[in-house]
């Protein structure tokens, strides 16, 4: 009896360690296609912004006849690009000199189609690798796209388990596969490149760090307006500044890299940057802050059907520079004070000016006034909220700003 | 006389992980579908009710501290009345540890091992889990002291890393016109934490202490306050509407964990992996229940109890693996999971109140 038991425990590990030893799911880590930066402009292609081909390059003729796919119903929308780090040239030198195409360090794979999830399938027509989303850094958006609409496009990225909530997702202004084209100076991938470049909101207020598609996806589900952060590029170099400002949905238009500075301000979204204003009496000087710390209070004011709202601004920064001025002795309290009456009027002045822009250029409520009205004063959303976006526009905001230097410099 | 005995702070933990189990998963689905941003005082007040119905689950347990559930059951109701009662619990149990089988395959599938086919998945955790409860309840009891502190320290991991992606605004109105749903939310808060029925089976095996009563609520609480702060936490990253479209939240809060620096993107997978060991010691104790009502029901001898074992494994493979949609096996599993109420609401009660009754007369007597 206690034999047996002994053969059947055997039998068992042995049919347990035939099970455990590799499971449906194993994949070699050199035959996974991680996808850095993803891609999606409009098809087809406005014809301003074609692609230009090299002299080693396949012709444009050529390249469709791989990009293009037999779809099962409608016509080609889009055209989806993915960056692929080639993992066998990763130790080779860096840089833009580098661009032959043997000598690349990353495949840039276009597929045309209709359904997201059906360009990735056929991807897999063109490469041996199996293409892998968890590493995915970059979302790029042509403007044409954009304005489309995000909701019908998104669904796949919210969908698929393998894509993440943390994905960076950007506007662009021409070509969305040509931010991926650019071959940067100093990182391996032009995805990687992108990214890193939103670790420094904490020293440039002026791009849209909150940028994540968990918040796009929250917003839109929430029906909210938003802005995403705009990128632009050249041969070897990737500048996020400004936004995509987004309105039911859909881009309305681009906000500028001050307009987003404010909207950081009144967001609570601001992390850190600088501001410079000239000098309070006479002289032709110029004085930067630089803002350590910010904290906006948005107050909704309701009298019977009207709402107006009140914004306290709350900023300390450090004094880091003059320009054409000798402070030496000037540092007194006086002076400082002066300034940061200066600085008050300044950081006034443009969350006013970038408020009205919002209400009249976009009527795009992206201070998510609305949400602070469904939170604070359910009473008034009931009633009035189906009409916010008409309310909107014409919102009264006023704007207070309490600004304290804190250190000097040495 | 039982030779094993469990120590008072072992019914902490065989409490708590009788709770805790696939539902970790989609508990704030099914809460803020009730009630909305409010969700989250619905699952106080129905943790509040479970803390009620379950001590007079203890009671019952204590009136008879040498039975399990199923002998108190034939024991007070006598042998045929006593079966006809025990039925409805052997149904509950073992559609609710197949379905609870089925979710954690499909869960499984859909966020680590895409390619793997569900039956192995099902086959293997049964197998673990059965192997558990062949070596006895001492060996449970064993398993849960070692999972148990890593599983509440995964939890809370997943509760405190999303904090700088929470917005306070997401939770409010506070019960603005919200609280009819409230109170409806309450039901639904409390069949979350039906598994405090779990002590019905193992007091008996348990050291009699003063204490074992407060290491019970303790076990009680612990799940309560878990359940509670992740739906709070989930409401103030995703938002009410925004959970709706979820299908697993808190697969999807552990996800949206960001670590700096790109060495560890895929922190979730440490929380998959640890969430199988929670779902491991449910289906351990769903699946010591259930053998104990079918050695009961079927009035077996304790040394058949491996073949009840895997005849039970094998029942669970055919329910897990019977319906083929996913989507009609969450709302299968929710139905289920509404019975729930109808055992710690009614039943539980009843026999509670039955056996006083006749441990009074068996006093007298």
Redesign the interface.
Known sequence: MRHSLKRSSLLLFLI?AL??TG???QKDIDTRGYVLGLAIDSYPPDPQSSESTGPNQASPQEEEKLEKMQLHTGEPGYAMTIQLPILANADMPEGPGIQSAEGSQSWEITQIGNSFFSINREMASRTGLSLYY??LQVLILSEEVARKGLINILDMF?RE?EM???IKVLICPGEAKSILDVVPRIDKYSS?YLSGIFDNSSRNSRMVYHTNM?DV??AL??GHDFVLAKVISTKDENKASGGAVFHNGRMAGWATEMEVEAINLIRNTYEGGVITVDTPKGEEGRVAMEITNEKAEITPIVNGDQVSFRIDIKVEGDYSEDINLHTHEKLSEPFLKSLEAEYEKEIQDLCTETIESMQEKFKADVFQFD??L???E??YW?RMGSDWNSIYPDVGVTVHADVHIILTGI | MKEERLMPPQVMTLTACGILGIDILIVQRDMVGVAGQDAWISLILGGMTAMILGSVCYYLAHLYPEMDLPQILLHIFGDFFGRIILLPFIVYDVLYLGMSLRIFAQALKMFLLSATPMLPIVVLILLAAGYAVCKGVFAIGGIMDIIFPLCAVTILGILLMPMNQIHLSNLKPILYKNTGNVVKGILTGYQQFTGYGTIAYFYCYTQKTKGTFKWYLAGLGIPIFLYIALTLITIMVFGPTDIGYLTYPTLTLAKSIEIPGTFLERAESFAAILWINIVFVSVALLLFRTKRNFLELLHMKTKHQNYVIWGIALLLIGIALFIRSGTEAISFFSKIKKSSRIFGLLIFPFITAMGYIKKRRETRA
Do not use: Y
């Open positions: 347990g099970l455990l499971c449906w799911d968890e590493h919210m388990p993440r909530r943390g990687v968990g996806i929250c589900h929430d949400r602070i469904q939170a604070g359910p009473a009931e």
